[in-house]
T-cell receptor
């Protein structure tokens, strides 16, 4: 699996958009970008995934650069409940093993 | 639809003992994976079971084993417990198969403390 690089921590004011970057310069053509988050002491929660097109669901948007070497997860209106560690993971579509890095600790504040 | 359930949620064991953790996947999901989370090593993949067969395995000693039943429920066993086995053990399920992509859904975890 390709390695990902994320900032260690980020802050965001409640109600503002949270933009979480991820670098994955060694991504292969058949690898997807997945985002999960983990709220303290809970199991990770799936957020979104994409291959090369931008994706949006009820939780977030995923913007993948044209060369696929980086991506950005966007939480459009962050709330205090979005405070969590966010993991960017690159993996093939059928792979069962997710390689979690250290993620980005997002702190949403009033 | 019910989520992934894990039992027990908390467990305290003594060094040298063995432990069995249980995971019930989301209905219809045939793949179950197990992960260990510790403050020092983060989230690490243990193994995956699909249709009662281990399909993938992480870099853990043989003391860690698992199995899957015909109803897709899974158990993992750790024998001869060591202090370093204290961790949050997470189970995740997904639809599995040869096509994808598939997102994984995690349970709340079992917090194991070895004393």
């Amino acid at each position: 699996d390709a390695k990902t690089t994320q900032p260690t921590s980020m802050d965001c004011a409640e109600g503002r958009a949270a933009n979480l970057p991820c670098n994955h310069s060694t991504i292969s053509g058949n690898e997807y970008v997945y985002w999960y988050r983990q709220i303290h002491s809970q199991g990770p929660q799936y957020i979104i995934h994409g291959l090369k097109n931008n994706e949006t669901n009820e939780m977030a948007s995923l913007i993948i650069t044209e060369d696929r070497k980086s991506s950005t997860l966007i939480l459009p209106h962050a709330t205090l409940r979005d405070t969590a560690v966010y993991y960017c993971i690159v993996s093939t579509g059928t792979a069962s093993k997710l390689t979690f890095g250290t993620g980005t600790r997002l702190q949403v504040t009033l | 639809k019910a989520g992934v359930t894990q039992t027990p949620r908390y467990l305290i064991k003594t060094r040298g003992q063995q432990v069995t953790l249980s995971c019930s996947p989301i209905s219809g999901h045939r793949s179950v994976s197990w992960y260990q989370q510790t403050p020092g090593q983060g989230l690490q993949f243990l193994f995956e079971y699909f249709s009662e067969t281990q399909r993938n395995k992480g870099n853990f000693p043989g003391r860690f084993s698992g199995r899957q039943f015909s109803n897709s429920r899974s158990e993992m066993n750790v024998s001869t417990l060591e202090l370093g086995d204290s961790a949050l053990y997470l189970c995740a399920s997904r639809r599995g198969g040869l096509t994808g992509p598939y997102e994984q859904y995690f349970g709340p975890g079992t917090r194991l403390t070895v004393t």
